[in-house]
């Protein structure tokens, strides 16, 4: 499908030579020329341009002042991110602490468990069942 419209494209955009008489059409279409008067070529004198002595210094004060502002919001943008780090720094430390203390409990919990004295064994001829 993509070939047939692009085979149909290329006819309809081939170059086509223009039909017997076209150029002498044209220029019947055309305004008859008028009569052209030679001009002398005009000379403007301009004084140089006064140049003030700042201006020199324009596009390197432009350029320092963007290093600047860069640096700044480099170092504010890296502030920000060491404040968020250590957010989330202290954050996991308190997860840490809360999660150790659960463990604490329960392996207390687990040492009583497994150092409690045994019940009395039962008497040798009872029956459990």
Do not use: C
Not at 66 to 87: F, I, M, T
């Amino acid at each position: 499908m993509n070939e047939d419209i692009e085979n149909r494209l290329r006819r309809a955009l081939r170059p086509v030579d223009p039909s017997a008489g076209f150029t002498e059409r044209v220029m019947r279409a055309l305004p008859a020329p008028t009569s052209r008067v030679a001009l002398a070529p005009v000379t403007v004198l301009r004084s140089a341009p006064r140049t003030s002595r700042w201006q020199g210094f324009t596009a390197p004060a432009a350029l320092a002042a963007s290093l600047v502002v860069a640096v700044l919001l480099g170092q504010h943008v890296g502030q920000q991110q060491a404040d968020r780090d250590l957010r989330a720094g202290l954050a996991a430390r308190a997860e840490l602490l809360q999660a150790l203390r659960i463990t604490s409990k329960k392996l207390d919990l687990a040492y009583q468990a497994v150092n409690r004295p045994a019940p009395a064994a039962p008497p040798a001829g009872e029956n459990r069942s």
